[in-house]
């Protein structure tokens, strides 16, 4: 990021405009409750009582924040998958390069890389009532070792956006404040996508449907489906 600071405001307008053009709307259908029941069965039987006690926690998450307002909902979400899942590779977790985790599976494992963190929170959220037109899994590169490095990195984070129009806001594992996208300056957005439709860059709306062109995702959504999550 440059130093200067007229080039640092005008750097961070740019980074603003491109997470801005990722708000374009498309339609979000509601999603089912939860059959926690069968999640509770299945954590049980794969997982065990910490399997168990995990999926109870988010339960009682989910039920307590159901009357909050929005912010309050955000703050909860992502605040509860920061505290109970310890980041790792996928590697180490799930013996894959690259596995995207269920909720269910991120609690059951008590940790998960980037994507598991992003996913989990975008199923509360929905889950909770927000739409799908306000809710992106974003794709970044995301800069490390300080303001003057070259080095990024892939990474994936949530955001939220209160309108269409709305500068987003970033759910991110890596710092657990939840802050607007020009104040998160290190981070780079790529894609996005959610249940609804596929965005590039700052481009408009994609009418594709982001299952066929993300397997992983498809992947994702038919085994939330099978576990109870509609």
């Known amino acids: 990021m440059p130093r200067h600071p007229d080039l640092r405001r005008r750097a961070l307008a740019a980074c603003r405009r491109c997470w801005v053009g990722l708000a374009v709307v498309a339609a979000g259908l509601a999603l089912a409750a939860p059959d926690f029941d069968r999640l509770l069965s299945l954590a049980q039987s ?9 999926v109870q926690a988010w339960q009682r998450m989910l039920a307590d924040t159901a009357d909050a307002d929005e912010a309050e909902q ?15 590779d996928d590697l180490p977790i799930w013996g894959e390069a690259d596995y995207w985790a269920t909720p269910l ?4 494992r008590g940790a998960g890389d980037c994507e598991d963190f992003a996913i989990a929170k975008y199923v509360s959220l929905r889950q909770l009532g927000i739409s799908a037109e306000r809710l ?62 596929l ?4 481009a408009a ?10 397997s992983r995702w498809r992947d994702v959504l038919e085994r939330m489906r099978n576990e109870g999550l509609q």
């Open 105 to 108: 599976e991120s609690l059951g």
């Open 46 to 54: 794969r997982y065990g009582s910490s399997g168990v006690n995990a």
């Open 136 to 197: 992106r899994l974003i794709y970044v590169r995301a800069q490390i070792g300080g303001p003057t490095s070259r080095i990024s990195q892939a990474h994936m984070v949530l955001g939220y956006y209160a309108s269409a129009e709305a500068e987003p806001l970033i759910l991110d594992n890596l710092i657990g404040e939840i802050r607007p996208a020009s104040r998160r300056a290190d981070l780079f957005p790529v894609f996005s996508f959610n249940s609804a439709g």
């Open 74 to 88: 955000l703050r909860r979400v992502n605040e509860f998958f920061n505290r109970r899942l310890r980041f790792d």
């Open 205 to 214: 709306a994609s009418s594709a449907d982001p299952t066929a062109r993300l």
């Open 199 to 202: 965005w590039v860059g700052g």
